[in-house]
């Protein structure tokens, strides 16, 4: 399969530019080289109903947070998904994700609230997850507060976020969390072994290859006893029945592909509704670069779909 010649079009620039693999850079480098990449090549931020920040505060740390309300959304509490950034659990924030969750809004007519979770190394596995569970449980609480449904809460995120939306949709199901009706997950990271045949082809020239996959894992794991751990590797979940109906989008020129494949295959064996997205011409990260790559906009507007629909459902 032949790579979108959008997708093509960003190689080049990063070649042209002289970028340097994140492999060569520290993880405050690389936050700041993410966050110009995303500025650069994400499109102009569509305007919604409604933004604000917001900030879960907690014994010795506070969670940020960024709350958004779509555009002609109906009037009154609207369903709600809770959005994990992606990055690698190492860079990424509320800001390289902002143009994704107003798309989201939008399209969903729904609610999206922005999770900030602290960011490995300064703090390892498992504090992006914990972050995300007191943020889960603090947004059901403030759900009136909020005018949102408590309801219809879902989760998602894309790469790392989507690590951390499946392992939230589990510990709602084992009732460790207010219950949730869909996890949407965005090319997600479901398995820190890298044993997916999808890891042995040559990705060099992609901003996600193998090193860059094990340089996030080494800063965010505290040692490979964490890879068996299923809050790090999702597939090694000793149950997934009960789950949440999914989205689970995968790109063809991506490592994580794999994993992601089997994942949406166990759901299913499983009895969990799943709808599997693959976009065999899209590489890894493509979602947040939309102002070139223009498929972004017809997966985001796929996924608001399913969003839409497990909303009514609910």
């Not at 998904?81 to 992606?86: A, L, R, S, V, Y």
């Not at 949407?184 to 890891?199: A, C, G, T």
Request: aromatic residues 8%; hydrophobic residues 40%.
């Amino acid at each position: 399969m032949r790579l979108d010649p959008d997708a093509e079009r960003v190689l080049e620039l990063f070649r042209t530019s002289g970028r340097p693999p994140i492999t060569a850079l520290t993880p405050g480098e690389a936050r700041e080289v993410y966050r110009a990449s995303c500025h650069l090549l994400g499109p102009e931020p569509p305007a919604v109903a409604h933004v604000r920040d917001l900030i879960a505060r907690g014994s010795g740390y506070d969670i940020p947070m960024r709350f958004y309300r779509g555009k002609d959304s109906a009037d009154g509490p609207l369903p709600a998904i809770i959005f994990m950034h992606g990055g690698g659990f190492c860079i990424g924030d509320r800001d390289t994700h902002d143009t994704i969750c107003r798309k989201l809004a939008n399209a969903s007519h729904c609610a999206v609230v922005s999770v900030d979770y602290r960011l490995a190394p300064e703090h390892k596995f498992p504090a992006a997850i914990e972050d995300c569970a007191r943020a889960v449980a603090w947004i059901e609480k403030q759900a009136s507060a909020l005018a949102i449904d408590s309801e219809r809460l879902a989760v998602g995120g894309d790469s790392a976020g989507g690590n951390l939306a499946a392992v939230l949709s589990h510990m709602a199901r084992d009732g460790a969390l207010p219950p949730i009706c869909f996890q949407l997950l965005l090319y997600p990271s479901l398995e820190m072994s890298m044993r997916h045949p999808s890891f042995q082809t040559d990705y060099t020239r992609f901003p996600l290859n193998r090193d860059a996959v094990r340089y996030f894992h080494n800063h965010y794991l505290r040692n490979e006893d964490d890879q068996a751990d299923w809050r790090a590797s999702p597939l090694r979940a000793k149950s997934f029945r009960g789950l949440c109906p999914a989205f689970i989008l995968t790109a063809g020129f991506d490592p994580l592909r794999d994993e992601a494949s089997e994942y949406a295959g166990i759901l299913e064996e499983n009895g969990v509704s799943v709808t599997w997205l693959h976009m065999s011409d899209q590489m890894h990260g493509f979602l947040t670069m939309g102002r070139i790559i223009r498929a972004a906009d017809t997966a985001l507007d796929l996924a608001a779909v399913a969003l839409r629909r497990a909303f009514r459902k609910s």
